[in-house]
């Protein structure tokens, strides 16, 4: 009779399903092969590296690359008298890139390009008069570059941006100079550069400063 009913209560063999089958099952994970980064390919210095290190009376190894060479000319100045020689020597390599220019361009083009690129600088802002497609207009300017282009005849290009105001929603208004505008000299009629540059928040000295350009714009009409 007991027997009967522990018939009934023997607990039933435990059935595995698939998944926790795999699951108890040790698995061996293959091997993942470790790949070395490829070597760069050796770069020798070039010949204007070695002429510089030797007017510094630096000595280069055989085994050196560009970078480390580059690497041991930096490093050297921060010694006073190296770092005279080296002025000494971009001073120098100024000179001659210069006179070459002056030869090909002519001195007049040549002039003009370097009073421009003085007032190219991302921390320098204009009051500036010009005149675009036959219109006289104004804005406050920020230069950028100044170089020579042209072929059988050269001239001057001038680029820099105009200024944009944005308005994002829940935010403080900015102004960001990023409308790329270019000109030649002759289309530039007045320039004047402010005391300091226009923090991008700074929306009250922006319209302030261009009230003066259209006052001065004033004058050429």
């Known amino acids: 009779m007991f027997g009967f009913f522990n018939f009934f209560k023997r607990k039933s063999a435990k059935t595995v399903t698939p998944s926790e089958e795999t699951y108890n099952r040790s698995i061996d994970h293959p091997k993942i092969m470790e790949l070395s980064q490829p070597e760069k390919p050796f770069k020798p ?42 002025d000494e020597y971009i001073a120098e390599q100024n000179a001659i890139c210069e006179a070459e220019e002056r030869e090909e361009f002519g001195d007049a083009v040549v002039d003009q390009q370097k009073e421009w690129q003085k007032l190219c ?22 230069f950028e570059s100044a170089n020579i282009e042209g072929e059988n005849e050269y001239y001057v290009k001038i680029e820099g941006y105009r200024p944009k105001i944005y308005n994002p ?12 505008i270019s000109f030649r000299p002759e289309q530039i009629f007045e320039v004047i550069t402010l005391p300091k540059q226009i923090d991008i928040y700074a929306i009250d000295d922006y319209k302030n400063a261009l009230k003066k350009a259209k006052e001065l714009k004033e004058k050429y009409q």
């Open 121 to 142: 600088s991302p921390r320098l802002h204009h009051i500036v008069v010009f005149k675009k497609s036959k219109t006289l207009d104004t804005d406050i300017l920020e």
């Open 169 to 180: 929603h829940g935010e403080d208004p900015r102004i960001e100079w990023i409308k790329v």
């Open 45 to 86: 210095p070039s010949q204007k590296q070695l002429e510089e290190c030797k007017r510094l009376g630096l000595e280069v190894k055989p085994n050196m690359s560009s970078r480390e060479v580059w690497q041991l000319v930096k490093d050297v100045q921060k010694d006073p008298q190296y770092k005279k020689l080296y």
